[in-house]
């Protein structure tokens, strides 16, 4: 099954954050697979209607974490999921995204209990995928 990258635009975060972030999310759900193929980097530009040098971005950055790896003339593939981060590093990623999450669900007027509630339920179940 190929892989379906979507993005949201007029979102604040940026569009290579929003590809990795939807490849991302078909490893984890289990939707995607190592060994894999990602669209060519034309092809995903094309379709998402952005500079190629926007998917090249994505891909680097998912490169860099150890999730995609390049095969010269062949294009991009999912690769054996393996950490690549340092703790230190998975804990300000970590830190980051509880921030966000923590700014974002102010907003919403929940106790500290549903939020945890929310939370938990997103880590067990598996991600709906975005628009």
């Known amino acids: 099954m190929a892989l379906?990258?979507?993005?949201?635009?007029?979102?604040?975060?940026?569009?290579y954050r929003q590809i990795e972030d939807c490849v991302r999310r078909a490893i984890l759900s289990g939707k995607a697979?190592?060994?894999?193929?990602?669209?060519?980097?034309?092809?995903?530009?094309?379709?998402?209607?952005?500079?190629?040098?926007?998917v090249v971005r994505a891909y680097s950055e998912l490169a860099a974490e150890g999730l995609v790896a390049a095969q010269p003339g062949?294009?991009?593939?999912?690769?054996?999921?393996?950490?690549?981060?340092?703790?230190?590093?998975?804990r300000r990623?970590?830190?980051e995204a509880a921030a966000t999450f923590a700014r974002e669900a102010g907003f919403l007027d929940f106790s500290t209990r549903e939020l945890l509630a929310a939370v938990e339920a997103?880590?067990?179940?598996?991600?709906?995928?975005?628009p």
């Open 74 to 90: 062949r294009g991009y593939f999912l690769a054996e999921r393996r950490q690549t981060l340092s703790l230190a590093e998975r």
């Open 93 to 95: 990623r970590l830190a």
């Open 33 to 54: 697979q190592p060994g894999e193929p990602l669209p060519s980097v034309r092809a995903l530009a094309e379709e998402l209607v952005v500079n190629p040098n926007t």
């Open 122 to 130: 997103a880590l067990t179940q598996p991600p709906k995928d975005s």
């Open 4 to 15: 379906t990258i979507s993005i949201t635009s007029g979102s604040p975060q940026p569009i």
